[in-house]
C-alpha cells in the first residue's frame, strides 16, 4: 500500500500538472503480414523438409504474426550446399567493386524501406518504435554502405597480405537487435567474399525473413545468401555442418561454449559475441545530469536486452545520494507500454522466458538484501512487461551483480577511489563493455587501459558505429564485429 502511494505520487503527471502524452501509435497498415513463411535457400523460398514450423508473436499484445518454418538437417544440408555452390561459381569469383554495388543496392532498399522495416520490427521484438526507427534501421543500412566501401580496396586494408575469403559463414544472431545483427553479420561477410547461411532467433525471425525479400529485390545472385528459420536445434546443426568454414555467433555465453566445443579441433574459424556485465563509472567530478541521462540509455535502451548494457553501476560515494535521487526521478518520467507508439521509451520485454528470467533474477537480488526501487508506471494487461528497476545496497557477490539479466534492472555499487572502481569494474566473468563519466581527460584514458572491456566509452553510452570494432574480452567472447578488424574476420590473412 504504502509502495503504491509512493508510486502515485511520484508520478510524473502529477508534476507537469496532470498533463500527460496523448498516445501517438504509429500506423501498422502499410506493414503486410504473410501468414506463412518458407526457408530462402538458394535464392528461392522453399517449404521446409522438415515439414515443421511454429507461430510467432507480438510480445506486447501476444498475438500471433505469422506461421514459420522450422529447418531440420535436411533443410541446414540444401543450404549449406546452396551457399557453397554460390560460393564457388559467383560470389567468390566476383571482383569486389561487383559485389560492392549488391551491398549499395541493399543498403539503399533498406533506406527506402525503413518505416517497414521499423515497425515490423517493432512488433515482433516489442522494442519502442523510436528505437527500431532511429537506432536498428539507420544502422543496419550504415554497415552494408561502410562494408560495401571496403568490398573492392581489401589489399589496401589488409596491406602486404593477399586476402582471400574463406567459404561459407553460418551466422547465428538473437533477438534483441534482429535484422541490426543480421546486417553486422551478413555485410561484412558478403563484402569479404563469402557466401552464408544465417540462421535468425526463434522469437524474431519477421525481418531477417523481409531482408531476404530485399536481397532478391538487390538481385543478388541466388545462394549467396540463405535463411533458415528455427530453433536452437537448428542452429546446432548449422554450426555443426562439415560444410561450413566460419562460424560467427552472437548470444549467450552458453551456447557460445557449446558452439566452441562442437568446433574445438576443426580448424574451422569462430568468433564469438556472447554477454556482458558492464560497469558504468560515475566519478563525483562527472556532470550528474548529464550521467544521469547515460546510465538511463545504458541499462533502459531496449529494455536492457544489450550485451553491451551498462547493468553495474559504480558511482562514487560523495554522490551516490543525490545520483541515485536524480536517477529515480528521471525513472519515473519514463514511459512504459505500447512499443508501436512514439513517445514510448520502455517496450515490452522480448519473451515470456525473458521475463521469467528477469522475475527470477529480481528475487534473488530481494532475497540476498539488495533494495529495489521501480519506476511508478501502469503496465499493460497482456503481453510480458517489466517495471525499470533500480537496486541499491548490492554487494558484488550478489547474483544480480554477477550474472546478466538481459532486462531493465540496474545493480548500483560504490567506490571510494579510482583502483577500487577499477577492481570492481573488472570483477566480472565478463569483459565485452564500460563506460567512465568524469570532467578528467587523464582519467578517462587511464581507466580505459586499465579496464578488461572490448569498448569503453567516456562521458556517453550505447554508441555505435561500423567503423568501430566492437566485441569482448573473457566468457564475453573473442573476435570483433565492426571496422577493419571485422572485416579481418572473414578473411584468410595468412599469404
Ligand atoms: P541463445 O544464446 O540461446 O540464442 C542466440 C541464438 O543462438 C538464437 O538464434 C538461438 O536460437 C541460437 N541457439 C540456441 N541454442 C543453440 C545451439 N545449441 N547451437 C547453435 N545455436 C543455438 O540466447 P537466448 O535467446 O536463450 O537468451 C538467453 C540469455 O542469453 C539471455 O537471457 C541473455 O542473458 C543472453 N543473450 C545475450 C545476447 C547477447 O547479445 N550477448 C543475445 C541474446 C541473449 P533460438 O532463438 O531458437 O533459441
Known sequence: MAE?????????????????????????DHVTLRADHGLLIGGRWVAPASERSFKTINPAT?????????AGDEDVDAAVKAARAAYAKVWSRMPGAERAKYLYRIARILQERAREFAVLETMNGGKPIKESRDVDLPLAAAHFFYHAGWADKLDYAFPGRRPAPLGVAAQVIPWNFPLLMAAWKLAPALAAGNTVVLKPAETTP??????????????????????????????AALVGHGGVDKV????????????QRTLAGSGRKLTLELGGKAANIVFEDAPLDQAVEGIVNGIYFNQGHVCCAGSRLLVQESIAEPLVDKLKRRMATLR????????????????RAQL??????????????????????????????????????????????????????LSVLTFRTPDEAVEKANNTPYGLSAGVWTDKGSRILELANRMRAGVVWANTFNRFDPTSPFGG?????FGREGGRHGLAAYLDLSS
Open 336 to 351: 512504459v507500454g505500447d512499443p508501436l507508439d512514439k513517445n514510448t521509451d520502455v517496450g515490452a520485454i522480448n519473451s
Open 473 to 477: 574480452y573473457k566468457e564475453s567472447g
Open 4 to 28: 503504491e502511494l509512493e508510486r502515485q505520487r511520484d508520478r510524473a503527471p502529477a508534476r507537469f500538472g496532470g498533463l500527460d502524452y496523448a498516445p501517438a501509435p504509429e500506423a501498422t
Open 356 to 409: 521469467d528470467k528477469i522475475q527470477e533474477l529480481v528475487a534473488s537480488g530481494e532475497a540476498d538484501g539488495a533494495e529495489a526501487w521501480q519506476a511508478p508506471c501502469e503496465l499493460p494487461t497482456r503481453g510480458f512487461w517489466f517495471r525499470p528497476t533500480v537496486f541499491t545496497a548490492v554487494a558484488q557477490s550478489y547474483r544480480i551483480a554477477q550474472e546478466e539479466i538481459f532486462g531493465p534492472v
Open 206 to 235: 519477421l525481418t531477417a525473413l523481409r531482408l531476404g525479400e530485399v536481397l532478391q529485390e538487390a538481385e543478388l545472385p541466388e545462394g549467396v545468401v540463405n535463411i533458415l528459420t528455427g530453433a536452437g536445434a537448428t542452429g
Open 62 to 70: 501476444e498475438e500471433v504474426l505469422a506461421e514459420v518454418a522450422e
Open 248 to 259: 560467427a555467433f552472437t548470444g549467450s555465453t552458453e551456447v557460445g561454449k557449446a558452439i
